[in-house]
């Protein structure tokens, strides 16, 4: 027997995913996950706004500083530094500019640089 008209929509309805709802209490999740990570990571103390410096040197020196401070990293300096730059790097995802991409991967070079590590030994 064929299935009626409303019978058919009904089924295709019902099977359809509400992804409107989904994303936004998905998107509080990683910040909030995110947030909490940052806060209570062992990785190292950060100075505020580190990440909002002008200038990949100025990123770089900084998280050096909080590297070499922190009572709270459990690695060698330069690897919690690191660690903490790649995290922020990957959580900024599609929200940094190009522009403060390139700032942000260059402070990788800088942070190598002044922990006096070769590109080779990543």
């Known amino acids: 027997m064929a299935q009626s ?10 099977s359809k995913p509400r992804a409107g709802k989904r994303r936004g209490k998905a998107t509080s999740k990683v910040r909030r996950w995110s ?15 580190v990440f909002s410096k002008g200038s990949a040197r100025q990123i770089a020196l ?34 940094a500019t190009p522009a403060r991409l390139r700032v942000l991967q260059r402070a990788k070079e800088e942070l190598r640089d002044v922990f006096q590590r070769s590109a080779a030994g990543k």
């Open 35 to 49: 947030q909490h990570v940052t806060e209570t990571s062992d990785a190292l103390d950060l100075e505020p706004n």
């Open 62 to 95: 900084s998280l050096r500083r909080s590297a070499e401070r922190s009572s709270r990293r459990k690695s060698s300096p330069f690897r919690s530094a690191m660690s903490m730059l790649t995290f922020y790097i990957n959580r900024t995802g599609k929200n």
């Open 5 to 14: 008209k409303t019978t058919r929509s009904k089924a295709r309805t019902a």
